[in-house]
């Protein structure tokens, strides 16, 4: 294990009170942000897909749909984000089979999330595309 109690690193303890603790969530989107490709590509298609919903003027309901794929896809992204890190953290970039099997299986919830939001993306813009074309 990578992990031993006895080196020499700084200690880390509680956050000390909720501005602590939202600087530190804050400190972790910007690094979600940078660190991940996969993030940025995400939120670069919830601001086209935000653009698309207000040119063809989505009503509250379709904004609420659109507004979940969007949170759950960024949500997902960063639990996956979570075990590629536990998993490089605790195999320290070696192969292991439960490694493998976690981040597999972290991706598979990326994967079904995603084509969820096609489903519903598709739902809600062709129609509209279509009427749009079709006059
Ligand atoms: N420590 C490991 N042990 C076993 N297999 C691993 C390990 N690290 C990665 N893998 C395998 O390689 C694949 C890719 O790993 P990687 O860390 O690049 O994740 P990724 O899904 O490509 O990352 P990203 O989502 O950032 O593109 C994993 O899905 C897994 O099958």
Known sequence: MPMDSNDKKPSVGKSKNLLNSIEFAISGIKTAYKDERNMRIHMFCAVLVIILGLVLDLDR????????????????????????NVVNMVTNHHFHPLGKKVKDVAAAAVLITAIFSVFVGALIFLPKIYQIMIH
Do not use: S
């Open 61 to 84: 309901f379709e904004w609420l749909w659109i507004g979940l794929c969007i949170f759950l896809m960024l949500i997902m992204e960063i639990i996956n984000t979570i075990f590629e």
